[in-house]
């Protein structure tokens, strides 16, 4: 079967490996032919840079970890889903043992197999082939209204969520979100959800913006043509309750250190950047600097809102392009001009 396989730093080949029906079936596992799979921008890392931070490619590794498909087969013990069935794929597995799969910190297992990621080696393989077998854990079920395509943007939906959650209440705040892509936007459609008053979205390129715009945030601003527009935000210690930091950027950080009220509170979820902070502002202004880290229980939590159209995945899918092309998708992707997400079709 066909596989996006990254072998080394621009080196992306669909490579044909040994079909997973060869492999027998464990009595919790579960088949799955994936239908659509997202390119996310740490897949882009692996793409552009072979790995991101500390996190370096030592072997060839399958990328993919927002996927969707349909149940082909499954172990004698599973019964949460059948042959069939549309799921989406959550590709996080918790050992459930370690001393924080105890605390119900699933996202921080010592022992943590997440898709198509590096961190360990050997590489734990990820989900764009064309069939995958993961464990019942892994698979939660979507009505069948529901396409493939938006049913994938289930793994990104939950990171977003659980930055919310990572957030606080939202009820009532003003909120900012530094950086429009995927998670910015999702973010931004998450906070709303949340209760959040007021959303303002910041960029550096103006398509990813007009899709935030669309999709309800109340006001963007690029950041790059207008340097001083978010010095409005300055005044009385700072305007902002909350800050997403979504952008991954060490200037847009400390830009919004300005700009959130005393007490208020910022949640990184960009990845990558190094930061020299203002140590004494944090300080006076009693700032909360809180990471957000993948997510635990918030991936079914997307699946129902997707579901639901609670939140309203479909404005966000620019292409789905054919596996076959996966070197064209991926530079689609890496373009942010012309794409917000770009899916693979299998
Ligand atoms: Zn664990």
């Known amino acids: 079967m066909k596989a996006v396989v990254i072998h080394a730093a621009g080196d992306l080949r669909v490579d044909d490996i040994k079909a997973d029906k060869e492999q027998t079936l464990g009595p919790s596992d579960v088949r799955v032919r994936i239908g659509a799979g997202g390119i996310c921008g740490s897949d882009l890392h692996y793409f552009r840079h072979g790995g991101f931070g500390m996190v370096r490619l030592k072997e060839p590794m399958i990328l993919g970890h927002e996927i969707a498909g349909t149940v082909l087969a499954i172990g ?20 459930g043992q370690c001393r924080f799969c105890r605390l119900g910190l699933h996202n921080h ?20 082939r064309e069939v995958l077998t993961c464990t019942d854990e892994q698979v939660v079920p979507v009505p069948d209204h529901v396409s493939l395509t938006e049913a994938a943007f289930a793994e990104p939906l939950a990171v977003c969520l659980h930055a919310v959650n990572q957030a606080g209440s939202l009820l009532g705040k003003r909120v900012l979100v530094t950086g429009s892509g995927p998670i910015g936007v999702l973010t931004a459609m998450a906070a709303r959800r949340a209760g959040a008053a007021e959303i303002v979205v910041t960029d550096v390129v103006d398509a990813p913006l007009a899709i935030a715009r669309a ?17 409005a935000f300055t005044p009385e210690k700072g305007q902002f309750d909350v800050m997403f930091e979504a952008a991954g950027s060490a200037s847009t950080l400390l830009a919004g250190l300005q700009i959130v009220r005393p007490r208020g509170r910022l949640v990184l979820v960009g990845q990558g950047a190094e930061a020299t902070l203002p140590m004494s502002l944090i300080v006076t202004k009693e700032l909360e600097l809180r990471g957000s880290f993948r997510f635990d229980d918030e991936f079914r939590t997307a699946v129902g809102f997707i579901a639901d159209r609670l939140i309203d995945v479909r404005p966000l899918l620019t292409d789905v392009i054919p596996v076959d092309e996966a070197q064209r998708a991926f530079e689609q992707a890496a373009d942010k001009s012309r794409s917000m997400k770009i899916q693979l079709a299998f």
């Open 215 to 231: 999709v309800g945030a109340d006001r963007t601003i690029n950041v790059q043509a207008e340097p001083q527009s978010l010095d």
């Open 76 to 95: 004698r013990d599973v019964v949460a889903v059948s042959p069939g069935q549309k799921v989406a794929v959550n590709p996080s597995l918790a050992c």
């Open 109 to 128: 297992c010592l022992e943590m197999r997440f898709y198509g990621s590096a961190m360990r080696f050997p590489h734990v393989q990820g989900g764009f």
